[in-house]
DNA sequence: CGCGATTGAGTTGTGCACAATCGAATCGTG
DNA sequence: CACGATTCGATTGTGCACAACTCAATCGCG
């Protein structure tokens, strides 16, 4: 049987660019789409998953929303800043936790809602893939992000 | 059988949220392990995946660089010019045509291959997946890429 | 209660992705 | 040969990702 330890450094360093490489050309090529799919609601891919949080939960704090789309706020601070300016959402700091800012959907923000609708259905359409198999290919995705997550720093660089 | 016409939008809705959030969150995953793997090396992902196209090919205009990788020379043009400041790459323009630039690996760019070995092997160890899964992983988002870049975009506006 | 440690946002700086645009070189057709 | 169209790269501007840091608020232990 064909093993990690069965091929040559030349052919897996072949096979390795395209795992990572086919990753990040599959993550382009769904961004462009979702560029485009979004262009009327005026987001960006990345706002649009906030909004998608904030309409399931009706309102997070900042952490809350790094946790679910596990982004920091440095990423965060600028973006909903962005989503604020343009009519959104609104900030505020928590009564109870002066550290902490919540965020929730305007009335704007809510009816967007509605517009959104049809956007993912679109999307999947556009994959041409059956929804087991797209079903199938993200609980490959998220297993592979937990184990990569969950890699030790040391164990890259010092090498076996 | 379940299929997309069958599955209401708001359940729709969900399983959108988690196929692109999934992608999106195995690249972030993989640029984190790359990070480490590659900070030994001083490049980053990108400029990884750059060495690595130019270490095949031995030198390349900018443009056939961005064939392979689907890169513009907006990316590429910045990205270049770090490499050739660290001293891995040197770009002059080609006598045969003046409009065009081409790059190749210096001696120390060269040199980086036999140390960049072992990163592709350590990456694929931690994904934690034998070979054929990862081949066939790749296989599905090449497919995916495919598709998705050729959508067209008036289809994706115009809702259906 | 008081003070050090921790937590939550925000800021700064670097790098990538991409759209739009520019300028120079080259091509192609009349 | 001349001139409009195209090609190539660089540049500009916007937005995202992340590391490192700051600062204020809060927590918790003595």
Known sequence: METLDTVPDEDFLRLDHQICFSLHAAT??????YREA??????TYP???VMLVLWEHGELPVKGI?????LDSGTLSPLLKRLEAAGYVERRRSPEDERSVTVRPTGEGTALKEKARGVPR??????GLPLEDIRDLRERLDALAVRLDAVDPDALSSCV
Chains 1, 2 share one sequence.
């Open 66 to 70: 790094g946790e679910r789309l596990r």
């Open 47 to 49: 706002q649009y998953l």
């Open 28 to 33: 382009r090529a769904f961004n462009g789409v």
């Open 122 to 127: 679109r999307i999947a359409a556009a994959t």
């Open 38 to 43: 979004l262009k009327e609601l005026g987001l």
